[in-house]
C-alpha cells in the first residue's frame, strides 16, 4: 500500500512539472520578445531544457513502467512515447534554437507527458478499487 502512495506521488510530481514545463515553453518566447521593453535582458541565464528531459525520461519511464505492472493497460505509455519523442527532437536537436518549432514541440510534448501521468494515475486507481479487499 505504501508503494501505491509512493507511486500517486511520483505520477503527481510528473504530471504537474510535465504542464509547468509545457506552460513554461509555450510562454518563454513571449516573455523574451517583452524583457527588452522592461529593460531586462537574458545574459546568463542557464539553459536546463536537457535535464528537464532527462529527469522527465527518468520519471515518465519509471511510473508508467510501475503502473503497468498493476493495471496492464498500454494507453499511459501512448501518450508518453510521443510525448518524450518530441521534447528529445526540441531539447537535443539543432531545432534546440528557442525558436518557435523549439517551443511547439516542447510545449506539445510536455502536455503529453502531463496526459501520460494523470492517465497512469487513473489507470493505477482503478486497478486498485477492483481488487478485491
Same mark, same amino acid.
Given at each position: 500500500?505504501?508503494?501505491?502512495?509512493?507511486?500517486?506521488?511520483?505520477?503527481?510530481?510528473?504530471?504537474?512539472?510535465?504542464?509547468?514545463?509545457?506552460?513554461?515553453? %509555450?510562454?518563454? &518566447? !513571449?516573455?523574451?520578445?517583452?524583457?527588452?521593453?522592461?529593460? #531586462?535582458?537574458?545574459? =546568463?541565464?542557464?539553459? /536546463?531544457?536537457?535535464?528537464?528531459?532527462?529527469?522527465?525520461?527518468?520519471?515518465?519511464?519509471?511510473?508508467?513502467?510501475?503502473?503497468?505492472?498493476?493495471?496492464?493497460?498500454?494507453?499511459?505509455?501512448?501518450?508518453?512515447?510521443?510525448?518524450?519523442?518530441?521534447?528529445?527532437?526540441? %531539447?537535443?536537436? &539543432? !531545432?534546440?534554437?528557442?525558436?518557435?518549432?523549439?517551443?511547439? #514541440?516542447?510545449?506539445? =510534448?510536455?502536455?503529453? /507527458?502531463?496526459?501520460?501521468?494523470?492517465?497512469?494515475?487513473?489507470?493505477?486507481?482503478?486497478?486498485?478499487?477492483?481488487?478485491?479487499?
Amino acid at each position: 500500500m505504501a508503494t501505491d502512495c509512493k507511486l500517486d506521488r511520483a505520477d503527481r510530481i510528473g504530471f504537474a512539472a510535465s504542464f509547468l514545463c509545457a506552460l513554461h515553453c %509555450a510562454l518563454l &518566447p !513571449l516573455a523574451l520578445a517583452l524583457m527588452p521593453t522592461l529593460g #531586462l535582458s537574458v545574459g =546568463g541565464w542557464v539553459d /536546463i531544457d536537457q535535464a528537464v528531459t532527462v529527469f522527465a525520461t527518468l520519471l515518465g519511464c519509471t511510473t508508467l513502467a510501475i503502473g503497468w505492472r498493476r493495471h496492464r493497460a498500454f494507453r499511459a505509455w501512448m501518450l508518453l512515447l510521443p510525448g518524450l519523442a518530441l521534447v528529445w527532437v526540441g %531539447a537535443f536537436s &539543432p !531545432l534546440h534554437d528557442h525558436g518557435p518549432l523549439h517551443a511547439a #514541440l516542447m510545449t506539445v =510534448g510536455g502536455l503529453m /507527458i502531463a496526459g501520460a501521468h494523470l492517465m497512469n494515475l487513473r489507470l493505477t486507481h482503478a486497478a486498485a478499487a477492483r481488487q478485491p479487499a
